[in-house]
């Protein structure tokens, strides 16, 4: 389970995450991330619309995709807002598979989080 500290909770903070800072997606998943202060906690949000599946399966990839969301923010504790919005296989993909498209996606965007302060470090130079 993921503490309330590291939570996305406002639509504001949805939107502002979905639509700033990188983007990567696989088949079950679209990782949205942003980079902010260091000393601010990193949170994570989730949206699972009801394409995926009925109630019983949201609920059940939610609790997957907060599974391994929990372990990246013990790894990664500040810096990042991530928001994770799950696709309609993602209902019918087993644990493993689900797993390792959320932490491709979240490599992924922190790589790119990266090189864009790499930019702005050496001048705004991509």
């Not at 923010?73 to 991530?82: L, Q, R, S």
């Not at 790119?112 to 001048?123: N, W």
Request: aromatic residues 4%; glycine residues 10%.
């Amino acid at each position: 389970m993921l503490p309330m500290i590291h939570r996305v909770r406002t639509a504001a903070d949805f939107a502002r995450t979905v639509r700033s800072g990188a983007r990567s997606g696989r088949r079950n998943v679209v990782l949205y991330g942003a980079k902010h202060p260091a000393s601010a906690p990193s949170r994570v949000g989730f949206i699972v619309g009801k394409n995926v599946g009925n109630a019983v399966t949201r609920n059940l990839v939610k609790r997957r995709l907060r599974q391994v969301a929990a372990g990246w923010v013990a790894a990664n504790p500040c810096g990042y807002d991530v928001v994770v919005r799950a696709l309609p296989p993602a209902g019918e993909a087993d644990w493993p598979t689900l797993r390792k498209d959320l932490l491709a996606c979240l490599g992924t965007v922190e790589r790119k989080l990266g090189r864009s302060d790499q930019a702005e470090q050496e001048g705004g130079v991509s």
